[in-house]
Every structure is written in C-alpha cells, then in structure tokens.
C-alpha cells in the first residue's frame, strides 16, 4: 500500500506569493493532519480533519494558512501571502479514526525569499 | 489542555552507550502513548505505541514503559548505534476528537 504523499517535496517562493502544497492520505484512512516542523518550535499543527471536517485548528495559523480536504483522498494547504518566517518543512499525516497512530509523509520544504 | 513534555536536546552519545529519553505526559483521559522516530529528510514513523497502563512498548531495541502513576513514559535502549541518529518524539492520543499532542522532540546524535 502506498503511504502518504506529499508534493511537491521542495518549495521556493517569494514573499507576498500564494502556495498550494498537496497530500495524498493512505487509502482509508479518515484522519488528515497538516503540521509545520522548524528547529525551534518542532511540530505545530495546523490543521486536522475527520471525514473532511474540520475538527482542530491551530490558533496562530488561522490568518494566512487554509487547508482543505477536496475530498477523502486528497488535501490541499495554501498559505497567502507567504512570509519569510513561513519556511519551513510541511508535514501531512493520515491515520484511521480513534487510532491514534499517524503515518506521516515525506514532507514538503518551503522557502520563502 | 493535553500535553507531553520531553528531554531537551541534542543528546550526544557514544556507540555502545545507554540512552534514557525522558518523557511526562498530563491529560485527565486514559491516553494511548507513542514514540515516533524521525530520520533525516522523511517524516516521523512509529516506533511502537502502548495502549494501556503498565504495560511496556519495543521494537529496534527501545522501549517503554506506560507508567500511569508518575504519568511517564520514557525512552531507553541499552547499547546505542550510530544508525539510532535521529530525532525521537513523545506523543499521546485520547479519543476526544482532538488530534494527538507531541513532545517537542528530542535530537540524538550518536558518533562512532
């Protein structure tokens, strides 16, 4: 089975752009996970969903970073206007629901100039 | 809220040497617990999860023990290896519609 991927797996943008960053979940699973990873503050999550609902959201993200799940197998998370301070590795997780236990992508690496 | 909080790193040891990653959850459900491990350029992955308490995880050599009383669960592995570089996450799971929490991560760096 194939596991959760992500594209594109590096980003470069300039500040003020729009990005779109995309996950593919593992098959059945009903649980989506968005997360950014810096050095500093580890993992921060942005956004989870349950059978494309959104359940959780991480407060601090609300203003510039949107994620939403087009259908069961594919989710989308565009930040805009992207800032320096957004680079970053992206991180989609998916599990099935009450597990608990995450399959994580690859991630994506943004930077933005 | 739910938390877990983990060693601070970069733990750096030697190969051959004994590894202790410190880990304290809070939450006021019964929570199943993990340790996820992440290499260079991938994502984490599961090292084992521990569902109940009292109960110890393994796998590659690591495990842990789901202490309810002291609300711990820490990391250890007897004889480390230079492949064992990596960052090490703590996590718990309670089945209250919220996503899991994460420890901060703890990096290890072990030099041959």
């Known amino acids: 089975d194939a596991g959760v991927t992500q594209t594109p797996r590096h980003e470069v943008a300039e500040k003020g752009q729009t990005i779109i960053l995309k996950c593919e979940p593992v098959s059945g699973h009903n649980d989506l996970f968005w997360y950014r990873q810096t050095k500093i503050q580890g993992l921060e999550l942005l956004s989870y969903?349950?059978?494309?609902?959104?359940?959780?959201d991480g407060g601090a993200f609300k203003d510039r970073f949107k994620a939403e799940m087009l259908n069961s197998s594919f989710s989308t998370l565009k930040i805009q206007p992207t800032e320096p301070k957004d680079s970053a590795v992206y991180l989609c997780?998916?599990?099935?629901?009450?597990?608990?236990?995450?399959?994580f992508g690859p991630g994506t690496r943004l930077t933005v100039l | 809220g739910d938390s877990v909080t983990q060693t601070e790193g970069p733990v750096t040891l030697s190969e051959g040497t004994s590894l202790t990653v410190n880990c304290s959850y809070e939450?006021?459900?019964?929570?199943?617990l993990f340790w996820y491990v992440q290499y260079p350029g991938e994502g984490p992955q599961l090292l084992f999860k521990?569902?109940?308490?009292?109960e110890k995880g393994s796998n590659r050599g690591f495990e842990a023990t789901y202490n309810k009383e002291a609300t711990s669960f820490h990391l250890q592995k007897a004889s480390v290896q230079e492949s064992d570089s990596a960052v090490y996450y703590c996590a718990l799971s309670v089945n209250n519609n919220n996503a899991p929490r994460f420890g901060a991560g703890t990096k290890l760096s072990v030099k041959p």
């Open positions: 521990v569902p109940k308490a009292n």
């Open positions: 997780a998916s599990s099935l629901r009450d597990s608990g236990e995450q399959y």
């Open positions: 969903f349950r059978s494309k609902s959104l359940m959780e």
């Open positions: 939450t006021k459900q019964y929570p199943t």
